[in-house]
């Protein structure tokens, strides 16, 4: 008797760490193409999973990747990190409204400091 397995073209795993060894958590952001386009668009959606110190925070297969990024390039994990290290007052306020508990203690304890960590290893022009 054979299992039935999931295969997961995986693309990317970014680790972060955004904090001095032993003073924070650290980051970790997998992707990976979901086979499938957003809309009328055409653009791939990815997959994606973040997760502090092991524990995950945001999962999804809903991520837009622009057209002209390849969807494993250091500008699309950028973009993705964009939406991910979003805070209160960078956007509208519904946004945050599904957030869990854990999710919102990191856009207050860690978001600021992970976006600025994105930005420093893949530019401010993403």
């Known amino acids: 008797m054979t299992k039935n397995t999931i295969s997961i073209d995986f693309l990317r795993t970014c680790i972060f760490r955004p904090y001095r060894k032993g003073l924070g958590p650290v980051f970790t952001l997998r992707t990976w193409d979901t086979h499938s386009l957003m809309g009328d668009m055409q653009r791939q959606l990815l997959g ?3 997760k502090q110190d ?3 925070l945001f999962y999804g297969q ?3 990747c622009s057209p002209i990024d390849p969807i494993d390039s250091d500008r699309c994990v950028a973009a993705i990190m964009g939406f991910l290290t979003l805070r209160p007052g960078d956007t509208d306020a519904d946004y945050f409204t599904e957030y869990t508990a854990s999710q919102l203690a990191f856009t207050r304890d860690h978001a600021e ?3 600025c960590e994105v930005m420093r ?3 401010v022009d993403r």
Request: charged residues 25%; proline residues 0%.
């Open 113 to 115: 400091d992970l976006g």
């Open 48 to 50: 994606y999973e973040l």
């Open 62 to 64: 809903d991520f837009g």
């Open 54 to 56: 092991g524990v995950v």
């Open 121 to 123: 290893r893949f530019g």
